[in-house]
Each structure stands twice: as structure tokens, then as C-alpha cells.
């Protein structure tokens, strides 16, 4: 398989998962690539919100930022929005950029990485959970310091998800099935791997062309 029909075939399968995870999941707080999806509100851009240096004290349109968003959820969309290995804790990433897991559920503290099932994949899909797992977990540790300096700070989500750690989930999604480009019908089967929750690898289960 040539490198550009691996890519498009794993753009396929990322799609079809995040649908089915948003379908099953759309009462819940999730993240998925690159939105913050909110019960019943549109879902937002996690680069959208602007840089702020947290170092200088500049904090506050994260914290009450107008537009409705928990304090809680403000902060993880400002720790995904920091330089991978910055020289300083929260150097902030280029204008409208982020870090972010493939697929979270807030709620539950669960993560997924989707990866082709091969070795390289297992390998990425391990870094990918370990470095959100951290910056996860920091976001919620941050949160609890800011939340008692100041009643601005605090939201209700969080009260609810203290007793949670961030980790790899172990839902696996079904066969899931569309029609490509030429409108040949795919098929993508998921497996978990028992060493690395939360990790998705998929593979081609079937490729059919399309039948009048």
C-alpha cells in the first residue's frame, strides 16, 4: 500500500471512528481532533482561543471568557494549546494551533490515539496516549490550584470528575463501513491492544466496488 492510500485510508477510519464515538457519546464532554464538543452547544475550536501568558498573571479571559465555557474545560483547551516540549511550562503554540488526543470523553477521563494496526502504529498510538495522559493530568492539577486561590476560577464540571484519572479507555467501536471516493464500499475492523488502553488500531476488513 503506497503511502498516500495509507494516509487517505486512515483519514477514512479516524472519521468513522470520531462519528461513532460523537454518536454514542454526544451527552458527554468530548474532544475530538481538533473541537470541544459541549452537550447542546456548537461545537468549539480547540486552537481558537487566544495565547495568554499564564506566567504574567494574564489568565483571566481563559477563566471567564464569555462565551459560556466551564472554567474547567477552559483550562484543558489553554494546556492543549502549549508547545510540545516548550522551554518554559506553558510557552503557548503557534496562533491557532493545538495538541490534542484524537478522542476524549471528559466526563469519563478516558483517551483514544486511532493508528493503522502495525508495529509502527502500536509504537506512535503508546508515545501519543503517554504525552496526553501527562498534559491531561496536568490540566486537572492546575485546575484544583487556580480553583482554590480565587471563586472565579471554579466551575461545577469538575467537582463531578475529581475522583477521575485520565487514562486509555477500553471501548473498541464495531465494523464500521463507507463509500470512498469512487464510491467503493470499505469496511474498517478495530481491535484494542491489552497492553495500551485506549489504543485503536484499525485495518481494511473489505473493499468492494460499488454495485449498481
Known amino acids: 500500500m503506497i503511502n498516500n492510500e495509507r494516509s487517505e485510508l486512515g483519514n477514512i477510519a479516524h472519521r468513522l471512528v470520531s462519528e461513532e464515538f460523537l454518536r454514542i457519546r454526544r451527552r458527554r464532554h468530548l474532544l475530538l481532533d481538533q473541537y470541544l464538543y459541549v452537550p447542546q452547544q456548537t461545537p468549539r475550536s480547540l486552537g481558537a482561543a ?23 474545560l477552559c483550562l ?6 502549549t508547545r510540545k ?19 476524549a470523553d471528559v466526563d469519563y477521563h478516558e483517551l483514544y490515539e486511532v493508528k493503522p494496526d ?17 498534559l491531561l493530568r496536568q490540566a486537572d492539577a492546575e485546575y484544583v490550584a487556580y480553583s482554590r486561590q480565587s471563586p472565579r476560577y471554579r466551575g461545577s464540571l469538575y ?42 488500531l484499525w485495518r481494511l476488513a473489505s473493499h468492494q466496488p460499488f454495485q449498481r
Open 50 to 72: 487566544p495565547n495568554v501568558d499564564i506566567s504574567r498573571g494574564q489568565y483571566g479571559n481563559h477563566f471567564n471568557n464569555g462565551d459560556g465555557l466551564d472554567p474547567y
Open 76 to 81: 484543558i483547551r489553554l494546556l492543549l494549546q
Open 85 to 103: 516540549a516548550g522551554t518554559w511550562l506553558w510557552e503557548p503554540a503557534a496562533a491557532g494551533r493545538s495538541r490534542r488526543p484524537d478522542l
Open 118 to 134: 502495525n508495529a509502527r502504529g502500536q509504537r506512535e498510538g503508546r508515545l501519543a496516549l503517554n504525552e496526553f495522559s501527562r
Open 159 to 200: 467537582t463531578e470528575l475529581s475522583c477521575r484519572i485520565w487514562r486509555g479507555g477500553s471501548w473498541v467501536p464495531p465494523v464500521l463501513s463507507t463509500l470512498g471516493h469512487e464510491r467503493n464500499s470499505l469496511s474498517f475492523a478495530f481491535r484494542g491492544c491489552p497492553r495500551t488502553p485506549g489504543l485503536l
